[in-house]
């Protein structure tokens, strides 16, 4: 099992620039994530999915959107990138797997975006 | 919602010692604490967790603890090595049916000083 995949690894954009991170996971989990990472700011949930079909906001999600695009595939897209937006992106599922016997919570490889 | 909050945020320790990170959380629907450990450059991974049924767990040298009333839990590492040198984050969530938020602390940045 692969567990999460993220592409690209590293992307510089130009301002206003579009782009779309792409998150694939092999655990047959229903939840998906996009959380950014900032230096000294932990982990903010950008956008969430519960099940395949449906996604809702997180904490900050101006400038972003997101496609679930089946159970395994959830993508996040800027369409105008700002420098505002250079971060660290982790995907993440949430569910079973690797002998756990609770929901947990599996991080893809992130993907680290600057905006110039 | 829930809020957690972690601290130290930084924290310096010479190898061989112990390290204790703490975290509380406000939301008594959460029952459900899990610890991540994420080195320089690399993803977050989950190196121990807890349920809210249980005061304490170990697994070798991590263990974590739990005080329900006062709505605590924290991640003790004893005989640290210059491999535990990482951000270490608490979080918080409600387990049940259906989506569930992960609420994250702000994370502890653990240096062990060879």
């Known amino acids: 099992n692969a567990g999460v995949t993220q592409t690209p690894k590293f992307q510089v954009l130009k301002t206003g620039q579009s782009m779309t991170l792409q998150c694939a996971q092999d655990?047959?989990?229903?939840?998906m994530y996009w959380y950014r990472q900032d230096p000294g700011m932990g982990l903010r949930l950008i956008y969430y999915s519960a099940s395949e079909g449906t996604t809702d906001k997180g904490e900050v999600p101006n400038g972003y959107n997101v496609s679930r695009l089946n159970k395994r595939e959830f993508s996040l897209r800027l369409e105008s990138a700002a420098p505002s937006q250079t971060s660290v992106y982790f995907c993440?599922?949430?569910?079973?797997?690797?002998?756990?016997?609770?929901?947990?919570?599996?991080f893809g490889p992130g993907t680290r975006l600057t905006v110039l | 919602g829930e809020n957690v909050e972690q601290h130290p945020s930084t924290l310096s320790v010479q190898e061989g010692d112990s390290a204790v990170i703490k975290c509380t959380y406000s939301?008594?629907?959460?029952?459900?604490f899990p610890w991540y450990k994420q080195e320089l450059g690399k993803r977050p991974q989950l190196i121990i967790d807890i349920r809210s049924n249980v005061g304490e767990k170990k697994d070798q040298r991590i263990a974590v603890t739990l005080n329900k009333t006062a709505k605590h839990f924290s991640l003790h590492i004893t005989e640290t090595q210059p491999e535990d040198s990482a951000v270490y984050f608490c979080?918080?969530?409600?387990?049940?049916?259906?989506?569930?938020?992960?609420?994250f602390g702000i994370g502890t940045k653990l240096q062990v000083i060879p």
């Open positions: 993440a599922s949430r569910g079973l797997a690797g002998g756990q016997s609770t929901d947990t919570q599996y």
């Open positions: 939301d008594s629907a959460s029952n459900y």
């Open positions: 979080a918080a969530t409600p387990l049940g049916g259906g989506y569930q938020k992960v609420t």
């Open positions: 655990m047959n989990h229903n939840s």
